[in-house]
């Protein structure tokens, strides 16, 4: 018996302790998860706001404000897109182009450096 439970408990340990890859999941199965990653083509873009369509739904991804810094994403243009789901739309975290461009857009986790708006960035 214990070393069977040796054997158990020495496996979860090492389980805990590797690398969580991004998941990539389809956008109608999304769920607030931060670090997911979605891929697909951009439909429309407007201001730093895009719809991502990775031909099992598509959703709006939110990158911010437009006085915080701009993007020039275009219709048609592949992306990957990691970040977290938000009620309604995916909040952008760093945007991959097919050329292997990485735009980041902020780190994962807490309030983005906008919270507050421009008088907080001023200071």
Do not use: C
């Not at 760093?94 to 986790?109: A, C, D, K, L, Y």
């Amino acid at each position: 018996m214990k070393p069977i439970l040796t054997t158990v408990l020495t496996s979860t340990l090492v389980a805990m302790t590797l690398p969580v890859a991004e998941a990539q999941i389809p956008i109608r199965d999304l769920q607030r998860n931060p670090g997911t990653s979605i891929s697909g083509e951009i439909r429309s873009v407007v201001g730093n706001e895009f719809i991502l369509d990775d031909g099992t739904g598509q959703i709006i991804v939110d990158a911010g404000p437009r006085w915080y810094h701009q993007l020039s994403l275009e219709p048609g243009e592949q992306v990957t897109v990691v970040g977290e789901y938000d009620d309604y739309d995916f909040d952008a975290f760093r945007i991959t182009r097919s050329n292997g461009e990485v735009i980041q857009i902020r780190e994962g986790g807490g309030p983005p450096p906008w919270a507050g708006g421009r008088r907080r960035l001023a200071r």
